[in-house]
């Protein structure tokens, strides 16, 4: 089955730096979708990527989609420590359901 | 707007009682409900789909008599976990969509179950 891994699993961070997260699919894609939970809250909706190389900011997020549709990326500049949580990306196959990463864990040293 | 609640935030029972689960989206329709399962530290496991007036579909390895679910409106999805025992402890999230065909989940602030 369709199968959605992100890595690194954890991300330790210096406050200030930047980072990136990546997400990869077993399968091609027909969107990939990025989600925050905060530590001890619930999966909060970031973003939606549908096109091929499709790349999508918010303000110090990249949200990126492979050409291909099997891969994204989130690249976080000058991390703050409202930038801690776990970042999943969930992606969705023709008429499949949405499959979670296994999630990448930030911590921010200030 | 799509906000979406969870009835309790946190329960604890004893081994073999049943505990009910409500998910209601306060601000929209909800036509899908989904329902997953987050044990500490790791990602999100979907139990299974609810569409309003119909059956639910379960994952594969999800027990249907186990995981009870029903999605009597638009509003409200309910899981009740039958027979609890301490291996069913854990964080359970709905979240829902306002049609089979929108893409975004809007997820509850989850209910947290453990059983003693």
């Known amino acids: 089955g369709q199968q959605v891994m992100q890595i690194p699993q954890y991300q330790h961070v210096q406050e200030g730096e930047d980072f990136t997260t990546y997400c990869n699919s077993s399968t091609t894609l027909s969107n990939i979708q990025w989600y925050k939970q905060r530590p001890g809250g619930h999966p909060v909706f970031l973003i939606q990527?549908?096109?091929?190389?499709e790349v999508k900011k918010q303000k110090r997020l990249t949200f990126q989609f492979g050409e291909a549709k099997k891969n994204s990326s989130l690249h976080i500049t000058a991390t703050q420590t409202t930038d801690v949580g776990t970042y999943f990306c969930?992606?969705?196959?023709?008429?499949?359901?949405?499959?979670f990463g296994g999630g990448t864990r930030v911590l921010v040293k200030p | 707007g799509a906000v979406v609640s969870q009835h309790p935030s946190r329960v604890i029972c004893k081994s073999g009682t049943s505990v009910k689960i409500e998910c209601r989206s306060l601000?929209?329709?909800?036509?899908?409900m989904f329902w997953y399962r987050q044990f500490p530290k790791q990602s999100l496991m979907l139990m299974a789909t609810s569409n309003e007036g119909s059956k639910a579909t379960y994952e594969q390895g999800v027990e249907k008599d186990k995981f009870l679910i029903n999605h009597a409106s638009l509003t409200l999805s309910t899981l009740t976990v039958t027979s609890a025992h301490p291996e069913d402890s854990s964080f359970y999230i709905c979240s829902a969509s306002h049609s089979p065909g929108q893409e975004t989940q809007y997820f509850g602030p989850g209910t947290r179950l453990l059983v003693l």
């Open positions: 601000d929209f329709q909800a036509t899908t």
């Open positions: 969930a992606g969705r196959a023709a008429g499949n359901k949405l499959t």
């Open positions: 990527l549908v096109k091929s190389g």
